[in-house]
């Protein structure tokens, strides 16, 4: 008897042992991982820097007009709006995995009637009453994991899509502030312009007179006056600028065009942000989108042993517990109206094999899609802030250097003026050190904005800008 019972055993499991031997093997991709750097430059460290990401925007930028707009999209931008969404929709898959390697548990109840073929029963060929009602019990058991690492899926992809939304925050926080200083610099451009028309109008009432006493002639007033209609077209251009930019940081506002407030001190000498040229590798752990995709990957990894599982037989304990009775009358205390059942059951997928080999396939794909997805976002995120970083101190000599000019060129429009009335130079040469003097002060506005705004895009490349929301 006992050597019956292990024939029969192996006889058994000769089958499921060949069934698992023909699991598909998984293409192995060739594949070098990334080394990523030790440093972006030589430079030393500072503990500000190395807090800098940690470091909440409200006390990052110290305008207050731009912490409100920027605290407005926060509340209002419908891009965020839609990702609270997906989080909730990442969260509501966590608890439906969770419940699926959870008993099942119904409660039934069933009445009718049922007539019987003559001869199938005996005297059973007349119409008969039927009551049922009790609970009902399915449960898989998760011997293989799947349920449980679908459910470890779930709970990173919802990681992630939080993650996702930082991200979405940080750009939201850095796209508010350079549109921000955007307006500020096209605002002073404006005034330069209108300033620099003024300084042209009472040249040219100098020069008209001058022409009026024989000392010059009608070119000279020619060529200011079409020096101001120039610039008076340029004003245009700028406030056709100054325009859209408003009207695009109303649409990152989540609000239909308005005006806006902003700051209208003085934007050269508006300060930067304390930002030193060097930071630790380390910091880019900080970025939502690494952190993002870190995420994926563990999920995409999850999935796989998900899909490999489906190949496993999957083992179910069915139960019921209730009374049956062909009259609801017999329900009341009668124990012999008492019905349950119990069974196990293995099951193990046959016909669709090829579905499911297509699917693990799928699994293992988007699992090597998530490495390189992984693997891109660290190139890009390094890159970001080496180019920052690069900016940043380029920019600061390119600063230094165009404020001498500025200077310089201030000076010597002093003396053109001073000569000129003197009768000691020609008109051309007042006109073209007016003009240098005007291009050199846009050019310096110009190289404020970058700075101001590559000290944005640094604080964003090393994953600042979307601390201190829920």
Not at 222 to 230: H, L
Not at 276 to 281: G, S
Not at 397 to 423: C, I, M, R
Request: charged share 25%.
């Amino acid at each position: 008897m006992k050597n019956k019972i292990q024939f029969t055993f192996i006889y058994l499991l000769f089958p499921f042992l060949l069934y698992l031997s023909c699991i598909p093997s998984l293409k192995e991709t060739s594949h070098k991982n990334l080394e990523i750097p030790k440093k972006f430059n030589d430079e030393q460290v500072s503990e500000k820097t190395k807090n800098l990401a940690d470091e909440v925007w409200t006390k990052f930028f110290t305008d207050e007009r731009q912490v409100s707009l920027i605290q407005i999209a926060v509340d209002n931008n419908q891009e965020l709006a839609k990702l609270e969404q997906e989080i909730q929709i990442s969260n509501n898959e966590i608890l439906a995995r969770q419940g699926e390697y959870l008993p099942k548990l119904r409660l039934t109840a069933d009445t009718g009637i049922e007539k019987i073929e003559r001869f199938s029963t005996e005297n059973a060929n007349s119409p008969t009453l039927f009551t049922t009602g009790g609970v009902r019990m399915t449960w898989e058991i998760d011997i293989w994991k799947k349920l449980r690492n679908a459910t470890k899926s779930a709970y990173l992809s919802y990681l992630a899509s939080i993650e996702g939304r930082r991200y979405v925050l940080t750009n939201l926080v850095s796209e508010i502030s350079n549109t921000y200083y955007e307006m500020n610099s096209l605002h002073t451009q404006t005034q330069l312009i209108d300033d620099y028309i003024k300084v042209l109008t009472r040249i040219n009432e100098i020069v008209a007179l001058l022409r009026q006493a024989g000392r010059t002639n009608t070119l000279a007033v020619q060529r200011f006056n079409a020096e101001v209609s120039k610039n008076q077209a340029k004003k245009y251009e700028l406030q056709q600028k100054l325009s859209i930019a408003e009207n695009r940081m109303n649409l990152l506002l989540g609000r239909f065009p308005k005006p806006i407030e902003y700051s209208l001190e003085d934007f050269l000498n508006s300060s930067l942000p304390k930002i030193q040229t060097a930071v630790p590798v380390k910091m880019l752990d900080n970025r939502p989108d690494l952190r993002q995709a870190g995420f994926e990957l563990q999920a995409r990894k999850l999935d796989v042993e998900v899909a490999r599982a489906r190949f496993y037989p999957s083992l179910s304990i069915d139960g019921n517990l209730g009374y049956e009775a062909f009259n609801s009358k017999h329900f009341d205390g009668t124990q012999v109206g008492i019905a349950y059942a119990l069974a196990g059951g293995i099951t193990m997928p046959l016909l669709n094999r090829r579905g499911i080999e297509a699917s693990y396939k799928t699994a293992n794909n988007l699992q090597i899609e998530a490495v390189f997805n992984y693997e891109q976002t660290l190139l890009k995120a390094f890159t970001e802030v080496s180019n920052q970083l690069i900016k940043l101190k380029n920019l600061q000599n390119v600063f230094d250097q165009k404020s001498k000019q500025v200077e310089t060129l201030k000076t010597a429009t002093e003396t053109a003026n001073a000569l000129f009335k003197a009768g000691r130079i020609d008109y051309v040469d007042v006109l073209l050190t007016q003009r240098d003097f005007i291009e050199a002060q846009m050019e310096l506005v110009e190289i404020k904005r970058e700075q101001l705004q590559s000290s944005v895009g640094l604080y964003k490349a090393i994953g600042g800008g979307w601390r201190g929301q829920n």
